[in-house]
Structure formats: structure tokens, C-alpha cells
């Protein structure tokens, strides 16, 4: 209904070709339309996010801040499914398989041994066990003469802190009695059972870390569900593990479980300090690169199975295609960060680089192998639409693609993804194999004269056309392989607008704030959530665009109202699984 909304008022329903509505007509439908629609969001609906294990990316980071260990999923787990809106914290697809079940407990078993074999960093984590002089003449009297162990409860009490502080931090929450008992008599077993004596402390304490490491309370995401048929606000420490798997792809640490405990999370001012906190951490540019690379698509660019054709490439490099990738997180970050403006995405005059990838696009004077923004005196160049990542991503693996180009404008910066084609009509690329590019334009110019093509592909084509002047690797040229001719970059969107080129396009997009506000709040909603966006969000789609566009695009507001929203705060029980005492056993 939102698409027939705006197709209506644009004037592009019905299709040419069709009788147009008069303005009664318009105004009648556009009524009706919209009043179903206000009727349908009258009544709040948060969505259903179902119990999920940690991501790979939040499983990798969750251990690096609980043990100081880093571990590289990549090797060792299964690669995650993406979902949703495109990303891989979705939950409908984020369940435990046997394999990984045994792929954790080797995880745990080396993660512990490692953080045990740096003793500095152990005893960071595990106080001594070893006791003065004057402690131990005091341990043997009194066994001696009272028939008591105290350095038996000495040790039992260094333990349970240890313990304590370890666990909380996994679990995300502090510890129920139960809970404490229950790993402590754990403790207590292995401690009595081990040998040698001498380091038998050591060995209980290891033996529960890796147990807490294999917890469910650890691996997975689970909130309560307390038989309830209405909306319900999450609990303080529920919300705290939202925010920092949304802000750091990780656990709370420990001052966000100190304002969970206290109840400030609920103050929507003091929950706004916690989140300006957490976004100046270093640790907010996992978000950014986990959520830049799953939005604009480039995240298999540095997987392996990613090709381009060698013979046809040479200079795509491994060494390249990592830069590219590197520029894109970069340049995100620091519209994050620093110049705290998202609309830069489009209309930034810098980028970063290092001298290999500045060699590459041809500009000179950058030196070494670290990435750094430079100002451009290209203005193609400038923002995600001259990026080497997008623009190889975005092509085949012997030459572009003007349609994968357009449909990436379309659904990245103007957030309407086509129509998927109509049923019976091959894909063009699988229909003729098309190895010179000079025969692309001519090619889909015949094919969008099918009306059934024509619809979508005559924005989606002409955008890409714009970009043509970038090869299939991101390089600038000015005419095809086999031709001294210009290449045509001209275009004309269906609202009117006309262009010439990526520099043209981009002055067009620009105008464009709007819905690129609404595509990038819907997509950092279902990131935030985990979950796809649906149309019970709608309004709170429309509140995150226009607080980007009321604060001249600046994140830190708008994330904070993704954190303060509705179905970010509140949830609903899932009727398959009511469990109204989640957390209560180890």
C-alpha cells in the first residue's frame, strides 16, 4: 500500500500507456489508501524476535572482551546465513547445530588454555591462590587446633569472585543464587578431585570458564517470554544486551550492567549518555564495518570464492580488494564519528587510501600502507558511488553490469528495489552472452521494449549507464576496451531528470534526501533488531528519517532514537515458546 501510495502521487500509476486517473479519482484512492493505512498502524506492534544464538561476528567479540583471546571464526565455524534485511544477526536463521555445539566446546577448550598460559593476563582474571607466611602459620593453627580449614574457604572465596565477575559478563546479567551456588559447587568438585595439588586452583577455575563459555546463557540470545498476549518493555539487562550488540557486536561490559542493574536504562537521558558513551568507544567500529558491508553488499569482496577474470584483471589483487574493502569501512566510520553526517555517503569530497589503492584510482602522492583520508580533486571519485568496492561488487566477472548497478542505486540511495521480472521473462544476462561491452546499451535497450521490462529497467538501466565510466574493477576510463569512441554515460530518470555521468547522477541523488533518509533507517532498524522490517515499523521508519533529516543527518541522534524506539524497548511473547522463568539454571 506505501508503494501504491507513492506510485499514485508520482504520477507512475498507472503505467503509460493506461487511461490516468483523474483527480478525483487520485484524491479518492489516495484517501482510502491512506486511512486503511493509518487505521492498520493505530495499535503499537513491536514485531516477534525470536531466542538466537550469537552471530559468528558476536561470538568472535563476545570472547575477545570476556577473555582478552582473539579467535577467528572464519576458520572454525560455519559461515552464517544472512536474513532479514541482509544481515547476518538475523534471527530467524541464527539456530545451533550439532557441528557447531563441538565446534564451541574446542573453542572453549583452547581459549581457556591460552588465557591460562599468559600468566599476566590470568591473573587479571583469577586472583592467586598463594597465601603470606604469616596467613599460612595462622591457616595451620587453626586446623590444628579448631579443626578448621580457612585457607580451603579462603580459596572458595577467591573463587566466587572470579567466578562471579567471568560469568556475569558472559550471561549478560548478574548471576541468580542458584546460578552462583551451582557454579561454585563445580568449582568445589574439580578442586577436590584434581591433582597435583599445586595447581589444582588453577584447573578447577579453567574447567569452569570453558563451562561458562558452552553455557546457554552465553551462546544464546534468549529473553523472557511470560504468557502474556499484549507488548511488554524488555528488562534493563535485556536492553542493555540489545544496545551492545546493536553498538559493538558484543556483551555489555561492566559499567552498562551497572546501569542496567540501577534501573537507568529506563531514564531516556541517561539511556542517551550510555549510547554517545558507547559510540565513542573503539569498539563502535565493528558496527560500523558489520553494518557498511552487509548494507552496501561488499562483504564477500574478501572472500575467497570472490573472482574477477584474472586474464582480463591482473591488477586486481588480493592486496587491492582489501583496501577497497578497508576504504569502505573507513569512510563509514568516519561519517559515524567524526564528521557525524551520513548524507556525506553520497555527496563526501575525501575518501581513504593507501598508497596502493591511490595508485590504482590513479591519484598521486600517498604514501605507505595505512589508510588515510584524502581530499578529492575528482569528483566522481567521492562518496560510495565512486568506491572500488561498490563498483567491482556490483559487476560480472568479465565486465559490468549497467542493470546490477542500477538496481544497487536503486534499493542502497533511493530505497525502491524493482520489481522482481515478470514470470516468462529470461534474464538478460542469461539470455546472450555479452563479452563486448559495446553491445550492453544496444542490448538493453531491446530488451526493455518488452512492456513487461520497461517499467523497472528504464531507471534502473539509465542509472547504471551513469556509472560506466568505472570498469568492472573500479578503475576511471573514458571509452571501452575496443573503441577510441567516449563512452555514452547518459540517462534520464522516469520523474524527469536528466544526466551525463557518475558526477551528474550524484548532483541528482543529492536532491534525493528523503528517501535515502528512509533506506538507511530501515535498514539500521532491522540491523539493530535482527530481525526484517515489516509494516507494523512503518512509523517508526518515518520517526528515524525524519530525526536524520531534522539533525542535517547526524548519527548520534538518530541512533539514539533507534535505541529510545518501540520495538527496539518493548517485544511480545512468542506463543510457541513461553518460558516465564528464562535464566534460572546454569
Given at each position: 500500500?506505501?508503494?501504491?501510495?507513492?506510485?499514485?502521487?508520482?504520477?507512475?500509476?498507472?503505467?503509460?500507456?493506461?487511461?490516468?486517473?483523474?483527480?478525483?479519482?487520485?484524491?479518492t484512492?489516495?484517501?482510502?489508501?491512506?486511512?486503511?493505512?493509518?487505521?492498520?498502524?493505530?495499535?503499537?506492534?513491536p514485531?516477534?524476535?525470536?531466542?538466537?544464538?550469537?552471530?559468528?561476528?558476536?561470538?568472535?567479540?563476545?570472547?575477545?572482551d570476556?577473555?582478552?583471546?582473539t579467535?577467528?571464526?572464519?576458520?572454525?565455524?560455519?559461515?552464517?546465513?544472512?536474513?532479514?534485511?541482509?544481515f547476518?544477526?538475523?534471527?530467524?536463521?541464527?539456530y545451533?547445530?550439532?557441528?557447531?555445539?563441538?565446534?564451541y566446546?574446542e573453542?572453549?577448550?583452547?581459549?581457556?588454555?591460552?588465557?591460562?598460559?599468559?600468566?599476566?593476563?590470568?591473573?587479571?582474571?583469577?586472583?592467586?591462590?598463594t597465601?603470606?607466611?604469616?596467613?599460612?602459620?595462622?591457616?595451620?593453627?587453626?586446623?590444628?587446633?579448631?579443626?578448621?580449614?580457612?585457607?580451603?574457604?579462603?580459596?572458595?572465596?577467591k573463587?566466587?569472585?572470579?567466578?562471579?565477575?567471568?560469568?556475569t559478563?558472559?550471561?549478560?546479567?548478574?548471576?541468580?543464587?542458584?546460578?552462583?551456588?551451582?557454579?561454585?559447587?563445580?568449582?568445589?568438585?574439580?578442586?577436590?578431585?584434581?591433582?597435583p595439588?599445586?595447581?589444582?586452583?588453577?584447573?578447577?577455575?579453567?574447567?569452569?570458564?570453558?563451562?561458562?563459555?558452552?553455557?546457554?546463557?552465553?551462546?544464546?540470545?534468549?529473553?523472557?517470554?511470560?504468557?502474556?498476549?499484549?507488548?511488554?518493555?524488555?528488562?534493563?539487562?535485556?536492553?542493555?544486551?540489545?544496545?551492545?550488540?546493536?553498538?559493538?557486536?558484543?556483551?555489555?561490559?561492566?559499567?552498562?550492567?551497572?546501569?542496567?542493574?540501577?534501573?537507568?536504562?529506563?531514564?531516556?537521558?541517561?539511556?542517551?549518555k550510555?549510547?554517545?558513551?558507547?559510540?565513542?568507544?573503539?569498539?563502535?567500529?565493528?558496527?560500523?564495518?558489520?553494518?557498511?558491508?552487509?548494507?552496501?553488499?561488499?562483504?564477500h569482496l574478501?572472500?575467497?570464492?570472490?573472482e574477477?577474470?584474472q586474464?582480463?584483471?591482473?591488477?586486481?589483487?588480493?592486496?587491492?580488494?582489501?583496501?577497497?574493502?578497508?576504504?569502505?569501512?573507513?569512510?563509514?566510520?568516519?561519517?559515524?564519528?567524526?564528521?557525524?553526517?551520513?548524507?556525506?555517503?553520497?555527496?563526501?569530497d575525501?575518501?581513504f587510501?593507501?598508497?596502493?589503492?591511490?595508485?590504482?584510482?590513479?591519484?598521486?602522492?600517498?604514501?605507505?600502507?595505512?589508510?588515510?583520508?584524502?581530499a578529492?580533486?575528482?569528483?566522481?571519485?567521492?562518496?560510495?558511488?565512486?568506491?572500488?568496492?561498490?563498483?567491482?561488487?556490483t559487476?560480472?566477472?568479465?565486465?559490468?553490469s549497467p542493470?546490477?548497478?542500477?538496481?544497487?542505486?536503486?534499493?542502497?540511495?533511493?530505497?525502491?528495489?524493482?520489481k522482481?521480472?515478470p514470470?516468462?521473462?529470461?534474464?538478460?544476462?542469461?539470455?546472450?552472452?555479452?563479452?563486448?561491452e559495446?553491445?550492453?546499451?544496444?542490448a538493453?535497450?531491446?530488451?526493455?521494449?518488452?512492456?513487461?521490462?520497461?517499467?523497472?529497467?528504464?531507471?534502473?538501466?539509465?542509472l547504471?549507464?551513469?556509472?560506466?565510466?568505472?570498469?568492472?574493477?573500479?578503475?576511471?576510463r573514458?571509452?571501452?576496451?575496443?573503441?577510441?569512441?567516449?563512452?555514452?554515460?547518459?540517462?534520464?530518470?522516469?520523474?524527469?531528470?536528466i544526466?551525463?555521468?557518475?558526477?551528474?547522477?550524484k548532483?541528482?541523488?543529492n536532491?534525493?534526501?528523503?528517501?535515502?533518509?528512509?533506506?538507511?533507517?530501515?535498514?539500521?532498524?532491522?540491523f539493530a533488531?535482527?530481525?526484517?522490517?515489516?509494516?507494523?515499523?512503518?512509523?517508526?521508519?518515518?520517526a528515524?528519517?525524519?530525526?536524520?533529516?531534522?539533525?542535517?543527518?547526524?548519527?548520534?541522534?538518530?541512533?539514539?532514537?533507534?535505541?529510545?524506539?518501540?520495538?527496539?524497548?518493548?517485544?511480545?511473547?512468542?506463543?510457541?515458546?513461553?518460558?516465564?522463568?528464562?535464566?534460572?539454571?546454569?
Open positions: 500500500f506505501l508503494r501504491v501510495i507513492e506510485h499514485v502521487e508520482q504520477g507512475t500509476m498507472p503505467p503509460e500507456g493506461k487511461p490516468p486517473l483523474t483527480k478525483m479519482e487520485k484524491d484512492l489516495l484517501f482510502y489508501v491512506k486511512k486503511y493505512i493509518k487505521d492498520a498502524l493505530e495499535r503499537p506492534d514485531g516477534l524476535i525470536a531466542s538466537r544464538r550469537l552471530s559468528n561476528r558476536e561470538y568472535e567479540y563476545a570472547i575477545q570476556l577473555t582478552g583471546i579467535v577467528k571464526t572464519d576458520s572454525l565455524l560455519p559461515r552464517d546465513p544472512g536474513g532479514g534485511e541482509g547476518d544477526n538475523y534471527s530467524g536463521t541464527l545451533i547445530t550439532p557441528l557447531l555445539v563441538e565446534r566446546f573453542v572453549a577448550e583452547s581459549v581457556i588454555k591460552q588465557m591460562h598460559q599468559n600468566t599476566s593476563l590470568w591473573r587479571k582474571y583469577v586472583p592467586s591462590e597465601f603470606s607466611w604469616l596467613q599460612q602459620i595462622k591457616h595451620w593453627w587453626y586446623r590444628l587446633v579448631f579443626d578448621q580449614d580457612l585457607a580451603y574457604d579462603a580459596i572458595m572465596q573463587a566466587q569472585a572470579a567466578i562471579n565477575s567471568f560469568a559478563l558472559a550471561y549478560r546479567r548478574y548471576l541468580t543464587p542458584a546460578e552462583r551456588d551451582k557454579l561454585l559447587s563445580f568449582f568445589a568438585e574439580v578442586y577436590q578431585n584434581s591433582s595439588k599445586h595447581s589444582r586452583y588453577d584447573q578447577a577455575i579453567q574447567e569452569v570458564f570453558k563451562a561458562v563459555l558452552v553455557s546457554h546463557h552465553f551462546l544464546i540470545r534468549q529473553e523472557a517470554d511470560p504468557p502474556l498476549k499484549e507488548p511488554y518493555p524488555i528488562s534493563s539487562f535485556e536492553l542493555a544486551t540489545r544496545i551492545s550488540s546493536f553498538l559493538w557486536c558484543s556483551i555489555p561490559d561492566v559499567e552498562l550492567l551497572e546501569a542496567a542493574y540501577h534501573e537507568d536504562l529506563k531514564n531516556p537521558e541517561l539511556l542517551r550510555q549510547v554517545q558513551r558507547m559510540l565513542k568507544d573503539p569498539k563502535a567500529k565493528r558496527m560500523a564495518e558489520s553494518f557498511v558491508t552487509q548494507w552496501l553488499e561488499i562483504d574478501v572472500q575467497p570464492e570472490f574477477m577474470d586474464a582480463l584483471f591482473p591488477e586486481f589483487s588480493p592486496e587491492i580488494r582489501t583496501a577497497m574493502y578497508q576504504e569502505t569501512v573507513e569512510y563509514f566510520n568516519y561519517t559515524l564519528s567524526e564528521s557525524r553526517n551520513f548524507f556525506e555517503l553520497l555527496n563526501g575525501y575518501t587510501l593507501n598508497q596502493a589503492l591511490a595508485d590504482y584510482y590513479g591519484i598521486t602522492g600517498i604514501q605507505g600502507s595505512e589508510m588515510r583520508r584524502v578529492l580533486q575528482q569528483p566522481e571519485r567521492g562518496g560510495i558511488l565512486g568506491m572500488g568496492s561498490v563498483l567491482t561488487t559487476s560480472l566477472p568479465n565486465r559490468t542493470v546490477l548497478r542500477g538496481k544497487w542505486v536503486m534499493e542502497k540511495v533511493l530505497s525502491t528495489p524493482p522482481p521480472p514470470p516468462n521473462v529470461p534474464d538478460l544476462e542469461a539470455t546472450k552472452e555479452i563479452h563486448d559495446l553491445t550492453l546499451r544496444e538493453l535497450v531491446i530488451h526493455r521494449e518488452d512492456p513487461a521490462c520497461y517499467g523497472c529497467h528504464q531507471d534502473m538501466d539509465d547504471g549507464f551513469a556509472l560506466e565510466n568505472f570498469d568492472a574493477i573500479g578503475r576511471w573514458v571509452n571501452y576496451r575496443n573503441s577510441a569512441q567516449p563512452i555514452d554515460v547518459s540517462g534520464s530518470l522516469k520523474s524527469g531528470e544526466f551525463a555521468g557518475a558526477v551528474e547522477l548532483a541528482i541523488l536532491t534525493k534526501e528523503e528517501q535515502f533518509a528512509n533506506g538507511i533507517s530501515r535498514k539500521m532498524l532491522g533488531l535482527g530481525r526484517s522490517i515489516e509494516f507494523k515499523d512503518t512509523k517508526t521508519i518515518e528515524l528519517a525524519q530525526v536524520l533529516l531534522e539533525n542535517n543527518f547526524d548519527p548520534v541522534p538518530f541512533i539514539e532514537e533507534v535505541v529510545l524506539s518501540y520495538p527496539f524497548q518493548y517485544k511480545k511473547t512468542d506463543q510457541v515458546v513461553v518460558d516465564p522463568d528464562v535464566g534460572n539454571d546454569v
